[in-house]
Every structure is written in structure tokens, then in C-alpha cells.
């Protein structure tokens, strides 16, 4: 799976222009930065009309248990209270644009349970945006992993 993902990045990305105009790439940095605290807005608030317009058709999610989650089961959890967040908090935000894609990982601090019981904890998570031929762009993958705290060696 990881490799296709690769695959997919790199064929992408090779079909776009190499590069951003600098203006064009500060303006799509500030436009995801926006969506991310939408994201993260209509998630916590259960906006499912919302959640609904920033997940493309063929989104899929993988949860931190390796679970795939595609839209439509994300959002009949969010409808039916199975997946709750209390509350979301991001820092360590990097965005990287590869033609129509933006690529976001970050540190998220969470509260919340789902399916599989309590998640709250430290996590890495990967978004991937993609800019359709209207312009909007929409999340077609998440990832999260948790973050362990070190032990003893």
C-alpha cells in the first residue's frame, strides 16, 4: 500500500509542473492551513455537511489499528456519535505541494473515542490534499500513528 502511495506521488507529480510560482505556493500554504483548521472544526463540532465537502468521494482513511475507513463509514461514525472528539489541538504543521497535491503532517494532541474505544493520546498524521478541476481542494487519504513515549533501553 505504502509503495502505491509513492507511486502515486511521483506520478503526480511528474505530471505537474515542477514548481509553484512562490506567490501561488504562499497562497495554497495559507488556503490549506485554513482547511486543516476547518478540518479539524467540523470534526470536533460533528459538521457533517461540512466534514462531507473536504472528504473527496474516494477518500480513504487508515486509523493508528490499521482499520481502512472509507467516506462513507467515516461519516456514518461521526453521524451516529461512534467517533467523538472532544478535542484536537495541531503543532509541528509541514506542508508540501507536489503539483495539485499538498501533503500535510503534523503533530496532533487528541481526545476522543471511536469504534475501537478511547484514542486519546499524541499522534503523527498525514493528510493529503488534492486540488480538483473546479479548484476546491479535498482530503483523499489520512493516516495516523500514535506516539509512544520511549522506554527504558
Known sequence: LAAGVVL???????????????????????????????????????????????????????????ILQSKDVTLANLRSGALHFASIEYTERKVRFYGRTALVTARAEVRGAGPEGDFSGSYRYTHVWVRDDHGAWRIVSFEASRIRERGPH
Open 8 to 66: 502515486l506521488f511521483a506520478v503526480g507529480a511528474a505530471a505537474q509542473p515542477a514548481q509553484m510560482r512562490r506567490g501561488e505556493r504562499h497562497e495554497s500554504r495559507h488556503e490549506i492551513d485554513q482547511l486543516e483548521d476547518n478540518w479539524r472544526d467540523a470534526i470536533v463540532h460533528r459538521n457533517i455537511p461540512l466534514v462531507t465537502s473536504l472528504l473527496a468521494d474516494d477518500y480513504m482513511g487508515i486509523t493508528p489499528s490499521g
